[in-house]
């Protein structure tokens, strides 16, 4: 596809999409993105500045429910559909790595403790005058 075909062909799914034809089954049939094609353009919640500049400005534009124009960036040409948006992210998977990360401070604290009491306690210091 040459450039100039791809800005076309973004342009006028961005016309059927505003006509009111699904996000999803025109994501899956016509994105060229392995990762979020086959789920139909899916990117799920993810936190601001993920996706770099060119989305970001896209995205900072936008309502809930809103469709962006066609945008181009380094690699390809992107309309986006924002569906909602959150103060926080706090999805099951967000939540364990802030656990796993709380716990794993916990524990490295111990260990460095644990680590200098070793050292004290195999220590010899001799003192001569």
Same mark, same amino acid.
């Given at each position: 596809?040459?450039?100039?075909? %791809? =800005?076309?062909?973004?342009? *006028?799914? +961005?016309? =059927?999409?505003? !006509?009111?034809?699904?996000? &999803?089954?025109?994501?899956?049939? +016509? ?5 979020? %094609? ?11 500045? *993920?996706?770099?500049? !060119? ?5 900072? *534009?936008? !309502? ?13 040409? +992107? ?6 948006? =959150? ?11 802030? &656990? ?7 524990? &490295? ?8 009491? *070793? ?11």
């Amino acid at each position: 596809v040459t450039p100039e075909q %791809a =800005r076309r062909q973004i342009y *006028q799914l +961005h016309e =059927r999409l505003e !006509a009111g034809e699904d996000f &999803a089954a025109l994501a899956r049939r +016509h994105s060229t993105d392995e990762s979020s %094609a086959n789920i139909g353009g899916l990117f799920n919640w993810f936190p601001k500045d *993920q996706y770099g500049p !060119a989305f970001q400005a896209q995205l900072d *534009q936008l !309502a809930p429910g809103e469709l962006s124009q066609p945008f181009q960036s380094p690699g390809a040409w +992107h309309v986006l559909l924002l569906e909602d948006v =959150r103060e926080a992210d706090r999805t099951v998977d967000t939540l364990r790595a802030e &656990a796993r990360d709380l716990l794993f401070r916990q524990k &490295a604290e111990e260990e460095v403790e644990r680590f200098l009491r *070793q050292l004290r306690g195999e220590s010899y210091v001799e003192i001569r005058l």
